[in-house]
T-cell receptor, first 113, second 114 residues
Framework: KNQVEQSPQSLIILEGKNCTLQ??????????LRWYKQDTGRGPVSLTI?????NTKSNGRYTATLDADTKQSSLHITASQLSDSASYIC????????????FGAGTRLFVKA | DVKVTQSSRYLVKRTGEKVFLECVQD?????MFWYRQDPGLGLRLIYF???????EKGDIPEGYSVSREKKERFSLILESASTNQTSMYLC?????????????FGEGSRLTVL
């Protein structure tokens, strides 16, 4: 069964600290993995996309990693800011010839001053 | 900038009422989607459309229908709203790329059914 599991469910960190969010998936055959950021009351916005051959990709203070062998991805946030408070959603697409995109439940990040 | 606009941010309806949620995108995207988002669950696909007048059921289509008469507009219809349809509804659009394109989301419509 195609699944995407994220951990932790929620996380509280102090401003300026780093954190890492995890995503494990069983989606097959794998096409790509995206991390989305969803601010409270807004729609999700894409942060990064990773394909099978990519191990690391950065977008400012956000760095995503992918291990296609173990089917794990992580999103590392460096020097967190209050504006990083949001839900982070891992989304995996399957290459089935049709549309199959599986969403994780998200990690809710709270950054405190 | 890409823009997906959902007509209503907040709605309160009574059980049995008919509900229309409208979504408009200005990117000339072929694909459009309706999801619902509930706490602790990932986004779940209700319906999607590859092109005008085309629609496909997603994972949870029961109790919903859709309409795509024009390329830029995709409407979600609840024929007879029920309390278990209280949720956040998100519309998204995407260029026609098999499973690789970025989804662009609207701001969401929070529906409460009493």
């Amino acid at each position: 069964k195609n699944q995407v599991e994220q951990s932790p469910q929620s996380l509280i960190i102090l401003e300026g600290k780093n954190c890492t969010l995890q995503c494990n998936y069983t989606v097959s055959p794998f096409s790509n993995l995206r991390w989305y950021k969803q601010d409270t009351g807004r729609g999700p916005v894409s942060l990064t996309i990773m394909t099978f051959s990519e191990n690391t990709k950065s977008n400012g203070r956000y760095t995503a990693t992918l291990d296609a062998d173990t089917k794990q991805s992580s999103l590392h946030i460096t020097a967190s800011q209050l504006s990083d408070s949001a839900s982070y959603i891992c989304v995996v697409s399957a290459n089935t010839g049709g549309f199959k995109t599986i969403f994780g439940a998200g990690t809710r990040l709270f950054v405190k001053a | 900038d890409v823009k997906v606009t959902q007509s209503s941010r907040y709605l309160v309806k009574r059980t049995g009422e008919k509900v229309f949620l409208e979504c408009v995108q200005d990117m000339d995207h072929e694909n459009m989607f309706w999801y619902r988002q509930d706490p602790g669950l990932g986004l779940r696909l209700i319906y999607f459309s590859y092109d005008v007048k085309m629609k496909e059921k997603g994972d949870i289509p029961e109790g919903y229908s859709v309409s795509r008469e024009k390329k830029e507009r995709f409407s979600l219809i609840l024929e007879s709203a029920s309390t278990n349809q209280t949720s956040m509804y998100l519309c998204a659009s995407r260029r026609f790329e098999l499973n690789t394109g970025e989804l662009f989301f609207g701001e969401g419509s929070r529906l409460t059914v009493l």
